[in-house]
């Protein structure tokens, strides 16, 4: 069976407070939810009807056990999901102050299990074979994760989609390690990628430029066919090799959490590649998604569906 996509990533479990506007040391009461940035990606597509499976690792211990629960009841394979003894399973906090400040806590020492996928571990045919393939650059902060990543993605070979998700989070890589440390990296991998996709710091740590179409044409120099940079208030902004380019704006939406979005707009990026939509389309459809997911509290839980999607494109704005 070949898969709709196949991401490859972080997991763990978000506990994010069920109170507001609180700080972190006086919340009393917490939701559990699955997170990760790769894993949301997945199970966004899936809410989208896309055959989905994520590859990635837990801890041995019960929230390794929960997250396999929630991957099955979102409708993602999760056979490539194992679990490495000794390690936890990463847990991250959130701070929920809207409209936008979501400070994070990531609790992934001594090591985050994900970041020990390895290469020898891979199913290599059912990556290649994947309509799509979804890679991230927090996979390419440490060993053996990074060979991996890189394996993953040449073995690819620009077989159908393949995503590379610059997902820049500095506190994952070593004190030493800062973006110019990084960005050899980011290159290799982007010489196996079709489509890339990042903030703006994050198409500067792949690109060394911030200016949007500078970044984009920096990131099409570097080998791949789609470039696609998200530009925060601006909106975001797609421009292929081809020539055809689509500058969209984001939907009005009142930001309950901001945490989440970048990932539901990840995986409708998927779906309306996998549909053959124009470029214009494909970022309405995402920015919709993410401005939703941005409205409620959760992430997984709150990816939207087709419906909750054409709704706020059609009242042009999530209500």
């Not at 056990?65 to 390690?87: K, M, S």
């Not at 930001?255 to 996998?274: E, I, K, P, Y």
Request: net charge negative; glycine share 10%; charged share 20%.
């Amino acid at each position: 069976m070949a898969y709709d996509l196949i991401t490859m990533g972080r997991i763990g479990v978000d506990l994010y407070p069920l109170q507001t506007g609180v700080p972190l040391p006086q919340v009393t009461s917490f939701g559990k939810f699955l997170g990760g940035s790769a894993t949301n990606v997945a199970v966004a597509a899936a809410r989208l009807g896309r055959d989905t499976a994520v590859i990635t690792r837990t801890g041995e211990d019960p929230f390794g056990t929960y997250l396999h629960e929630a991957l099955r009841e979102f409708g993602v394979d999760d056979r490539w999901v194992t679990p490495v003894p000794g390690l936890p399973t990463p847990v991250t906090f959130c701070e929920v102050f809207p409209p936008d400040d979501f400070p994070l806590y990531f609790y992934r020492r001594p090591k985050a299990p994900d970041l020990e996928i390895d290469a020898h571990e891979l199913d290599l045919d059912a990556i290649r074979e994947a309509r799509v393939f979804w890679a991230t650059g927090t996979g390419l902060s440490e060993e053996p994760s990074r060979t991996a990543t890189l394996a993953a993605l040449a073995h690819r070979a620009k077989a159908g989609t393949t995503v590379f998700d610059l997902d820049w989070r500095p506190m994952f890589w070593s004190d030493q390690s800062g973006p110019d440390a990084a960005r050899p990296f980011y290159a290799e991998a982007l010489k196996h990628t079709t489509v890339a996709v990042g903030n703006l710091d994050e198409v500067e740590v792949a690109t060394g430029v911030r200016d949007p179409h500078d970044a984009a044409r920096a990131l099409l120099d570097a080998g791949v066919e789609l470039a696609v940079v998200k530009q925060g208030p601006k909106g975001v902004l797609a421009v292929n090799s081809a020539g055809d380019s689509a500058e969209v704006p984001p939907l009005p939406v009142d930001v309950l959490n901001g945490l989440g979005a970048g990932d539901a707009f990840g995986g409708s990026l998927c779906h309306g590649l996998l549909a053959g939509w124009d470029l214009e389309k494909i970022m309405r459809h995402a920015n919709a998604a993410g401005a939703i997911v941005a409205s409620r509290l959760e992430c997984s839980s709150a990816m939207p569906t087709p419906t909750e999607i054409e709704e706020a494109l059609a009242a042009g704005a999530v209500l």
